[in-house]
């Protein structure tokens, strides 16, 4: 039988390039000797806690060493990773605890004050990161090596955001994120080991973690952290440290290149990926000519380990779509209105998009029925929906329910935003339908003004009906100094309806 670990990634570092600088985070750099050997000293504190493989752990932690390092130790134990996001009430953690069956919760003194109040709740071992755990790791004995699991084995149960209702558990496998991470470091992107990645991509979330840690690393590349993204600070410390690629979101795009006017120097980058949401293509031609340094986006979700698709070198790089399928992924536009089976289309036409591969995941922990509607055919559905054009570069046009349905007419919100993100005194900007009893929804923007403007709502409505079919711009115009952003920094636009409807 064919065994395989997650853990291998940086064990096979520390045999390979022991004395290479692994991990810096502020003063603190570890070679990946060192990080595997506080990993092994960990997982052998995890073992004397009674965690025993297959055992499921919880991790709730910032960007600090503390993370990848425990990370490793859970995996290298044997363990399944329940990576917690930071930004949950106690209630939502208690869920996460509760539905995953963690046994044990390693926590990070930053979030110890919820993350004790969920384990109390749960019936759940808390340990703290830092001093509590340093302490139980200095007593223990150091595991020799990792235990290896079979490659199918789960190494991580994600929690989905809960777009639709309460967050379900996304099992990914050791194949899964080992081959993710392989084919993003190899295949997709050309990472080199003399690269410098900045980690500023939280690390609980699969974009964080698969393409930031494991890729960089399957690479014997240097991880540079940054707790809390602030662009400037980002900039600073990319000059600082030699920082050549960068992954981000859309919205952290946004901030680097407003920053980059008032930076005194900018980093030399080679290699930006960007994913998690829609990159807007006005915020794409923005940043490359601030950073001279172009962004291949891609697209992934929580249950493809996360990366599906990118703009690949290969392949050639086109603004505005997803780029082309991952190696050994198949990625095709299906009918979505067909929810039994699965029925390809031809390129050009709009439907959802479906994925197969190396990277799909095994299934929701303890949730038949929800496995069984997303898996068919041997296709994972993404509730996304997009074209495929000619040369096989794939564009996603919206998710399948923030489709707005004007006056019978479909009109896709992300369509909207890419014209109105040109408009010089517009920062962001967040289109929503909201309930409307003439024409049953009605185009909202929500609009974070550019710094220094003060935009006119009904000149910006005139300024978009030039730009924008009849059943398309935004009747209504809504302005917040900050759009509400959900754990992987993606626009949570059900919590912009709750606010805007009736008002």
Not at 6 to 21: F, Q, S, Y
Not at 196 to 212: C, E, N, R
Not at 461 to 470: C, D, I, N, V
């Amino acid at each position: 039988m064919a065994t395989l670990s997650v853990a291998a990634i940086l064990a096979e570092n520390a045999r390979r390039r022991p004395g290479k600088t692994a991990l810096v985070e502020g003063e603190l750099r570890l070679t990946f000797a060192e990080v595997w050997q506080r990993a092994l000293a960990r997982a052998g504190a995890l073992t004397g806690l009674g965690v025993r493989p297959g055992d499921h752990v919880a991790l709730m932690a910032p960007n600090t060493a503390e993370f990848p390092v425990a990370y490793y130790a859970i995996a290298a134990a044997g363990g399944v990773v329940v990576p917690v996001h930071l930004l949950l009430s106690a209630g939502e953690v208690e869920h996460v605890l509760k539905d995953s069956g963690a046994t044990v919760l390693l926590v990070h003194p930053a979030q110890a004050e919820t993350g004790r109040a969920a384990a109390a709740a749960a019936g759940v071992r808390v340990v703290t990161l830092g001093e509590e755990l340093d302490k139980l790791a200095a007593d223990a004995e150091p595991l020799p090596s990792y235990v290896t699991r079979a490659a199918d084995d789960p190494a991580v149960i994600f929690y989905t955001s809960g777009t639709t209702g309460v967050p379900k558990g996304a099992v990914l496998s050791h194949f899964n994120l080992v081959m993710n991470a392989t084919v993003n470091a190899f295949d997709a992107h050309d990472v080199r080991a003399d690269d410098i990645a900045l980690g500023a991509l939280p690390l609980f979330h699969a974009f964080g973690q698969t393409v930031s840690l494991h890729s960089t690393w399957r690479a014997g590349a240097t991880l540079v952290l940054l707790p809390r993204f602030d662009a400037a600070r980002a900039i600073e410390l990319m000059v600082e440290e030699g920082v050549n690629t960068f992954h981000g979101v859309p919205t952290m795009f946004v901030a680097l290149a407003a920053a980059a006017a008032d930076a005194g120097r900018l980093p030399g980058l080679r290699l930006c990926v960007s994913g998690g949401a829609s990159l807007p293509v006005a915020v794409l031609e923005r940043f490359e000519a601030a950073f001279g340094a172009r962004i291949y986006e891609g697209y992934g979700l929580s249950e493809t380990s996360p990366a599906a698709t990118v703009n690949q070198p290969v392949f050639g790089a086109k603004a505005g779509t997803i780029g082309h399928p991952l190696w050994g992924v198949d990625a095709e536009i299906a009918r979505a209105d067909v929810e039994d089976r699965i029925e390809l289309l031809p390129p050009g036409e709009l439907g959802e998009v479906v994925i197969r591969g190396h990277n799909v995941f095994s299934g929701y922990l303890g949730r038949p029925e929800a496995t069984a509607e997303a898996l068919v055919d041997g296709w994972f559905r993404t509730g996304d929906l997009g074209t495929k054009d000619d040369e096989g570069f794939l564009r996603i046009v919206d998710r399948k329910k923030d489709i707005i349905i004007r006056g019978g007419y479909n009109v896709y919100p992300r369509e909207v935003e890419e014209v109105l993100m040109r408009h010089p005194e517009i920062a962001q900007v967040a289109v929503i339908g909201l309930p409307d009893e003439l024409h049953g929804e009605e185009v909202c923007a929500v609009v974070v003004p550019a710094p220094g403007t003060a935009p006119d709502a009904a000149a910006l409505t005139e300024w978009s009906k030039e730009h924008l079919g009849r059943h398309k711009y935004p009747r209504r115009v809504e302005f917040t100094d900050t759009l509400p952003l959900g754990p992987s920094m993606k626009v949570l636009k059900r919590e912009l309806r709750a606010r805007y409807v009736g008002r």
